[in-house]
């Protein structure tokens, strides 16, 4: 590797830094450095094409000032804060999204009014009563008295700012409903994404009734509000909570089936296999799957993290390249930041990029020392070097992300290898296909054929059985505070 690639990662270091320098300020900076960064960026590359080492030198200013423009913009053009009534109040609006609680329904409203007041910009996210019988859907019309408050700051010095997540996320206010809804259908079609992903958390919720469904819906949804507190409790102390978040394994899970089993389609199909680019045309489709997983899934960040090293795997497989390095994981990460710059201050972001930094960094020393288990190997060695990467896969992305999980969660996990050592093969080998298959037989109305083997699969992998108390956690009285505020759970 020329220095020049060596370097390179540390661009996105400093793109981070710059981001972070945002939110270290007291107060918001002059609106005119959005401007000095572009032509900044663009001296940086004139420079770096004839002097390389002064360019690199450049670049690292013009990132730095590219993140902390990238999120001075992002934050200066958000809606402006909701003047929210002091009390109860009537709300109508139309319905964004629903999410199925553990103990009922939150409905997030768009174009909501006040009292039958003026529209306001931001969206109004309300829990309904557990008793309500209203069953809104995204585009429908809703109308309830509730009691909101605006977004308030951490509740403990360096913990989850709900009021900062809540100003990049367009949300201006939340509360609990205080009598029945009334709903009415919409005059507009409701947002695609958001209809369909209600009802296949609708659908999987009717054929795997009670934890285990609201765990297969959170597998091919990304929502986790419908699982209980103590089942999140459980499988953030068993170490397996970053299978519930949409990230990595999944995708890989799902472009992997896509891609081989399309490759083995057009492989059988002889004007095809001889006409046709199979294995480019495979990965090209396998990619479009994982974009759809994405915006089915929410977009979060693991997510996006995860597509976007997808991306330039699929790039670089087809341009003949190494595809999983350090320079794509920077990629990747100037990526997120520069769509979402506060993405970096949350759980999810740090965790995600820690766990698979340390996977590259581990294989990139590991590899030279593992032997390779060619095509006339024996079972046996394929077994334990399976085993073995399994094994240290845990290991590594488990020491990475430890820190962050002490901080953001205050849990130690105990057990953790042992916990990802059974569940992640069932996960992947069981679990996550039988979700694709029961993705593709919702049309036809045969879903629960693929979806009850997909929840006896889950009860199995799982060491901390869904529904039982948390496991041996160790948990500091200043962290649960600061752990409860957050939403985000960690990511492979």
């Known amino acids: 590797m020329n220095e020049r690639s060596r370097l390179a990662p540390w661009l996105a270091v400093a793109l981070g830094a710059g981001v972070l320098a945002y939110f270290a300020l007291p107060g918001e900076p002059p609106a005119a450095v959005i401007w000095v960064a572009p032509p900044m960026v663009l001296l940086a590359v004139w420079l770096g094409l004839r002097r390389p080492m002064a360019g690199w030198a450049l670049g690292l200013a013009a990132a730095g000032l590219a993140g902390f423009a990238s999120a001075t913009w992002h934050a200066g053009r958000q809606a402006p804060a909701l003047d929210v009534p002091r009390t109860a109040t009537i709300v109508t609006g139309r319905v964004l999204t629903v999410e199925l609680l553990a103990e009922g329904r939150r409905v997030t409203l768009a174009e909501a009014r006040f009292d039958g007041g003026a529209m306001e910009e931001r969206t109004i996210r309300i829990r309904l009563k557990r008793q309500d019988a209203a069953a809104p859907a995204p585009g429908d019309r809703l109308r309830v008295r509730a009691l909101l408050r605006a977004p308030v700051g951490p509740s403990v010095p360096g913990g989850f700012d709900f009021q ?3 100003w990049f996320s367009g949300l201006g206010a939340s509360g609990y409903a205080l009598g029945p809804a009334e709903v009415s259908p919409g005059l507009a079609p409701p947002p695609a994404f958001a209809a369909l992903r209600a009802d296949i958390e609708a659908r999987v919720a009717a054929a795997v009734p009670g934890a285990a469904g609201a765990v297969a819906s959170a597998l091919l949804t990304g929502g986790q509000t419908a699982i209980a507190p103590d089942d999140l409790a459980a499988m953030r102390d068993s170490g397996l909570a970053h299978l519930l978040s949409v990230s990595g394994l999944h995708i890989a899970i799902v472009m992997g089936i896509t891609f081989t089993g399309l490759r083995w389609m057009l492989a059988l199909l002889p004007w ?3 006409r046709l680019p199979v294995k480019a045309l495979a990965a090209l489709l396998a990619l479009g799957a994982g974009g759809f997983y994405l915006l089915l899934s929410g977009s979060q960040v693991p997510m996006q993290r995860s597509v976007a090293m997808a991306v330039l795997t699929t790039a670089a497989l087809l341009a003949g390249r190494r595809a999983l390095t350090l320079r794509g994981l920077a990629m990747a990460a100037a990526a997120v930041l520069l769509l ?7 759980a999810s972001f740090q965790m995600s990029f820690a766990a698979v930094l340390a996977l590259i960094a581990g294989w990139e020393w590991l590899r030279p020392h593992v032997p390779v288990a060619g095509t006339g190997a024996d079972w046996r ?19 990475a992300t430890t820190p962050f999980g002490l901080h953001h969660f205050g849990r130690l996990q105990v057990y953790g290898v042992l916990a990802n ?5 069932v996960t992947t080998m069981l679990v996550m296909p039988a979700g694709m298959v029961a993705a593709l037989l919702m049309p036809l109305g045969l879903e629960r054929l693929a979806l ?4 006896w699969g889950w009860r199995r992998s799982s060491p901390s059985p869904i529904g039982s108390p948390a496991g041996p956690a160790r948990q500091c009285r200043p962290c649960r505070s600061r752990a409860g505020g957050s939403a985000s759970a960690p990511s492979d």
Request: without cysteine; proline residues 7%; aromatic residues 2%.
């Open 272 to 274: 095809a296999a001889l």
């Open 340 to 346: 979402q710059p506060a993405a970096i201050l949350g």
């Open 164 to 166: 900062r997540a809540s």
């Open 421 to 425: 050592a059974i569940a992640v093969p």
């Open 452 to 455: 009850v083997p997909m929840g």
């Open 381 to 399: 060695r394929r077994l334990l070097l399976a085993g073995f990467g399994l094994v240290m896969t845990s290991i590594l992305a488990g020491a």
